[in-house]
């Protein structure tokens, strides 16, 4: 072992900065660049300081047990868990035995004094290991040793340093190190003493300034629970979430594109009781706690901007410790505090030229699911675990259920297929590591280790959006891998047609030039799934002793537990989700077609039967425009129209473009552009731009007369088709008579396109048509339409297939 040249035991945060990793371990070397560096920008970091590595080193010698740990390590094979186990607590025996040197001791309380005339007698500090390795860009350590809260007074803050110095030999470490390359002695022990932050009072939590399933790069990713943030970070609760767009973040603006309570069941608090050995515990949350968001939304913003200030200052994406102070007795009451900061380690280093997606051929079973990490799918025999003990009887290539995991599951976490918990969050040990080992992971599923048997065989699948599932047997599924690097431009635009939020950070990542179908159905119906009129009407329900009613109030208060105006819930999430997509396509254009959802489809939202008619003929019923104006649903037009303008101009979205559906006559086009007009929506102002489908015979016969009120024009072929031929495309009878390529359909595209061109009008086309069926994408370049919008799974395909033909034709990008 080689010792360093500077012989400091005790550096405080004032006098450390990040080029200190050597002497001082990478927490604390970051946390004495942010406190010297971030705290006049406004970034309130704890105060604190640092047990140098040295001290480390001159315990070792002192000590004279170099030598029995090199003895204790000889033979060493980190696969074989038996033999792991045996010889790192040996050497953890060894070094909890180690006697500190007196002026070692005297150096840690003298400074803990220091301390206690800052903060009070018996100042509550956590001790935090903190090597000189860790946190390296391509070797993520964190986690690989101890952290100790609520530590007070002489004798623990002395015994929990000891417990530090031992972590440096857990059996994860030992088995990290060896993995990644690094000598067992490469590595060496600093520790980090700061003040707490009185979260135990309130919340904390963790985030990242990359979304950390995608690796999209303008956003902020904030998780959050009530207590202390270890239960967060070991994955022992399932938090709330929340995402910041930077962007507009930067320009004054409130762009939280998505907040997601989590279950929140358990906090850790103190425990100051003496006849406890631990200082800390868990205790229930109650209901109302569960309900609620752990911060406000000005906090929210203050954490994404602080995020930015440190992300800026290290030029890299990071990954976050938070928490808010509670007690107020030292540190004052509500503060937002940054405990500490690492490079991100696993999306910063990925190759972004080659885009992979994994896609299942086959459905089965759902046996459970939960929060989808990564986008892989993996699947084997599922070995359900229950406690770490028990990890010497898995078997590398099958899928690791249990409840969760912690550093200890390690040796074995690197050899599974996939990994699913019943708890944590996407911040979580088992997110992070199976991020790190490019595995899919399904956490949260609540009971996965009850409703998944034990040697049954199971497909783990995060391919499919937000939510993981598990699936009983062994799915057929297939990987396509695109290169991205060398896609050519074309005249007209490939756009992409999105319904889910969550998929928009990674599906902007395919080569496009925007969004030319952005639908709202989803979000209504996954993230709201209530009538809009229902909410609008809570209080007048929440009266009524109608048991119909009293059930719809009921449903209402489990979805919106958070907030106390449900009329306001509904506008949020039209907000947030129509504000996650245009973020993920930002500066780009995003089209919002309207709510389009027909009678029997409302009718099926919770409180839908009370306000929805019965109709022979919902498809062409009440349905688009002729909703918005008509007073018997203009109150639930009316909240969209806020959710969609608070996406613009509060969270600063205002590359979306709004689309009217289904407009039946000119006159219904005005009418809606007035009721748009009255909720805030202006045309015109703000760069707001409306489009309209074109999906109706009318809407090409009578072309001119709606080019005088809108600014361009969507081609919706399905219903186009149905239309002008009289089909009912839900009948499997008479669907396959004719499709979009029969004539009487293109030459009502081919009389639209003209009229669009002669008027000045933006003309594109929303319908798969193009990526399905090739000669029709070239019939449309030829008649020069503007834009062609797909789902992602054909944008390239179409892309290739239109550069051709545009290079056949002469035409340049």
Request: overall charge negative; charged content about 25%; hydrophobic content about 40%.
């Amino acid at each position: 072992m080689g010792y360093f040249h500077d012989k400091e035991l005790i550096l405080w945060f004032d006098d450390i900065g990040i080029d200190d990793v050597h002497l001082v371990g990478g927490k604390n070397a970051s946390l004495g660049e942010m406190y010297q560096h971030l705290t006049s920008k406004g970034v309130a970091v704890p105060h604190g300081f640092a047990i140098t590595a040295y001290a480390y080193q001159y315990l070792m010698k002192a000590a004279g047990i170099e030598e029995a740990i090199i003895s204790a390590l000889d033979g060493l094979d980190t696969h074989d868990l038996h033999n792991l186990q045996a010889r790192g607590k040996k050497v953890r025996d060894i070094i909890r035995g180690a006697e500190f040197p007196q002026d070692l001791k005297d150096a840690i309380i003298n400074a803990y004094k220091v301390m206690e005339g800052e903060y009070g007698k018996d100042v509550d500090v956590a001790v935090r290991s903190s090597a000189t390795a860790e946190d390296l860009p391509d070797a993520s350590f964190a986690g690989q040793q101890e952290t100790y809260l609520n530590v007070r007074g002489y004798d623990a803050i002395l015994d929990y340093c000891s417990q530090c110095f031992a972590s440096l030999f857990t059996d994860r470490a030992i088995s990290y190190r060896h993995d990644k390359d690094f000598g067992q002695f490469d590595v060496y022990l600093s520790i980090v003493i700061q003040k707490m932050a009185r979260s135990d009072s309130a919340s904390s939590g963790v985030l990242f300034t990359i979304d950390t399933e995608s690796g999209f790069k303008d956003a902020v990713f904030i998780t959050g629970s009530w207590g202390l943030g270890e239960n967060v970070v070991q994955g022992a609760v399932n938090p709330d979430e929340y995402f910041v767009f930077k962007p507009t973040l930067k320009q004054g603006k409130r762009p939280i594109v998505s907040k997601t309570i989590g279950s929140k069941e358990i906090k850790m608090i103190y425990d100051n009781d003496p006849a406890t050995k631990d200082p800390v515990k868990n205790i229930a949350t109650t209901q109302e706690e569960r309900n609620s968001y752990v911060i406000s939304d000005d906090e929210i913003l203050q954490l994404a901007k602080w995020a930015c200030i440190i992300e800026d200052h290290y030029g890299k994406a990071m990954d976050v410790e938070w928490a808010k102070d509670g007690d107020g007795v030292t540190v004052g009451t509500g503060k937002l505090f940054i405990v500490q900061a690492r490079p991100e380690t696993v999306h910063s280093q990925n190759d972004k030229s080659v885009m992979e997606t994994y896609k299942l051929l086959e459905k089965g079973t759902v046996l459970a699911d939960g929060l989808a990490v990564g986008t892989k799918i993996g699947q084997g025999i599922a070995n359900v675990i229950s406690n770490v003990k028990d990890i010497h009887s898995f078997k590398k290539g099958e899928v690791l259920v249990t409840d969760m995991t912690d550093p200890d599951w390690e040796p074995i976490m690197k050899i599974a297929s996939a990994i699913v918990t019943n708890r944590g969050g996407r911040t979580c040990h088992a997110a992070i590591i199976s991020r790190e080992l490019g595995i899919p992971c399904v956490i949260g599923t609540a009971d996965g280790t009850e409703k998944i048997a034990h040697g049954q065989e199971v497909t783990a699948s995060s391919a499919e959006g937000e939510t993981g599932y598990v699936y009983d047997g062994l799915l057929k599924f297939e990987i396509n891998r695109v290169d991205l690097g060398n896609l050519p431009a074309t005249k007209t635009k490939i756009m992409m047609n999105l319904a889910i939020p969550e998929k928009a950070f990674t599906e902007c990542q395919i080569p496009n030039d925007g969004v030319g179908l952005a639908r709202e159905e989803f979000i209504i119906n996954s993230h709201i799934g209530l009538h809009p009129l229902a909410l609008y009407n809570y209080e007048e329900l929440k009266a009524s002793n109608d048991p119909e009613k009293q059930e719809i109030v009921r449903k209402i208060d489990a979805k919106t537990g958070a907030y106390t105006d449900k009329k306001q819930f509904f506008i949020d999430k039209v907000a947030e989700g129509v504000g996650r997509i245009a973020a993920g396509f930002y500066p780009k254009d995003v089209i919002v077609r309207l709510s389009d959802f027909k009678s029997n489809e409302y009718a099926n939202l919770a409180g839908g039967t009370l306000y929805e008619p019965e109709e022979e003929n919902p498809m062409i019923g009440w349905r688009g425009a002729s909703r918005y104006y008509d007073p018997k649903y203009r109150p639930a037009f009316e909240l969209e129209c806020q959710g969609l303008l608070k996406a613009r101009n509060d969270m600063g979205l205002t590359n979306i473009k709004l689309m009217v559906p289904f407009c039946r006559t000119p006159d219904e086009g005005r009418k809606v552009i007035e009721v748009m007009r009255e909720c805030g929506l202006v045309q015109g102002e703000n760069g707001l731009e409306v489009y309209v489908m074109c999906e109706i015979p009318s809407n090409v016969i009578s072309a001119d007369a709606f080019a005088d009120i809108f600014d361009g024009f969507s081609i919706g072929s399905n219903d186009l088709t149905q239309l002008t031929y009289g089909l009912d495309r839900d009948s499997g009878i008479i669907a396959g008579i004719a499709d979009e390529r029969d004539d009487a359909v293109k030459d009502m595209i081919r009389m639209v396109i003209a009229t669009a061109k002669r008027r000045g009008k933006k003309i594109g086309i929303c319908g798969q048509g193009p990526s399905d069926f090739p000669d029709f994408a070239t019939f449309l370049v030829e008649l020069g339409i503007d834009s062609m919008s797909l789902i992602p799974d054909t944008a390239v395909k179409t892309r290739l297939a239109v550069h051709e033909k545009e290079k056949e034709m002469g035409i340049n990008p």
